[in-house]
């Protein structure tokens, strides 16, 4: 979802809108150690611009933290399309101009499964100044590989706004800043409240109505084991030799974990299989992380029965 940037032009951006944060106003670039907060629930509507956020209260762990600040950001802003930062800042020298190209970290990650994996993950914003009159803000996921960073491609959300606030949410990713109307000129104060939600999809962010992970778009019958375990979360169908990552809610997938840990335990073997029947969306092949080692991702959205015993005709491989 990069997009192409021509120096000093005005972009398009979009206009529309758990652990939980809120992120400082990027009017002003700074660079802090990272934090994370809870903040009140986003709305779409005019606001006095002069809206401050609450400080934040809470910090995430160490080298990851650190990882966030020294990590290489996939950003259509610079000439190689990536901003390699150190401690927070990439600069470099724009061709003919006495401008500098700069990608910033945003003051406030925020932390949470983004993955499905159980591990903690982060939400950036990276204030981006190309070098002409644009100051363009985008948003990236940072998926935690073992205490790297590993981040996705950053998706533009606007030029010359104030971020408000950013949550992790079930998975998802909630953002709210001030924009201007349309058709409002680059020089008036941004006073209107926009949110979006985002999500990791196949290694990519994108947003979530475009990743059709509404209630019942995508939904599709699944009947299979379900199995857990280290560096381990997969489905398989009854009758194939596919095996599938697993994402989805923590209170839906967790049920699911205690089973096959307690069948693993019962038995004196680990990763044993539940059988299930669910109802989840194909999220298509992942690009990195261990969820690329398998067939594809499948979201779970429900569980209709979990069994310790499967079906004749649903024997476990």
């Not at 990536?82 to 800042?89: E, Y």
């Not at 981040?151 to 001030?178: F, K, N």
């Not at 069948?263 to 680990?270: E, F, Q, S």
Request: charged share 20%.
């Amino acid at each position: 979802m990069l997009l192409g940037l021509a120096t000093g032009c005005q972009r398009n951006a979009p206009t529309s809108a758990n652990n939980a944060s809120d992120a400082t106003p990027e009017s002003q670039p700074q660079v802090p150690a990272p934090d994370a907060q809870t903040a009140s629930p986003s709305t779409t509507g005019p606001v006095t611009p002069d809206s401050t956020p609450t400080p934040p209260t809470s910090r995430p762990t160490g080298r990851f933290a650190e990882e966030l600040r020294n990590a290489v950001y996939p950003i259509d802003t610079t000439p190689t399309g990536k901003a390699p930062l150190k401690d927070g800042l990439y600069e470099s020298s724009v061709a003919g101009s006495s401008s500098r190209n700069t990608v910033r970290l945003g003051p406030v990650p925020v932390f949470g499964d983004l993955d499905g994996d159980n591990v903690e993950d982060a939400a950036v914003t990276l204030l981006a100044t190309p070098g002409g009159s644009g100051s363009f803000s985008y948003l990236s996921a940072v998926l935690n590989d073992d205490g790297a960073a590993r981040p996705t491609a950053a998706v533009l959300i606007g030029d010359r706004i104030t971020v408000q606030s950013m949550h992790i949410v079930d998975g998802r990713i909630e953002v709210t800043w001030l924009d201007r109307k349309p058709g409002e000129p680059m020089s008036t104060a941004p006073a209107t409240r926009v949110s979006k939600t985002f999500v990791v999809r196949g290694g990519k962010l994108v947003e979530a109505d475009d990743a059709g992970t509404g209630a019942t778009a995508g939904l599709e019958p699944l009947r299979g084991h379900y199995t857990w375990g280290a560096e381990v979360e997969t489905f398989r169908p009854c009758g194939s030799t596919q095996s599938f990552w697993v994402i989805g809610d923590k209170v839906l997938l967790q049920p699911l974990r205690d089973r096959s840990a307690a069948l693993a335990k019962t038995r004196g073997k680990p990763y044993q299989p539940v059988y299930i029947e669910a109802s989840g969306a194909s999220e298509g092949k992942a690009t990195d992380g261990f969820a690329a080692d398998y067939d594809g991702v499948y979201r779970l959205a429900a569980v209709q029965a979990a069994k310790d015993v499967s079906p004749a005709d649903c024997k476990a491989r």
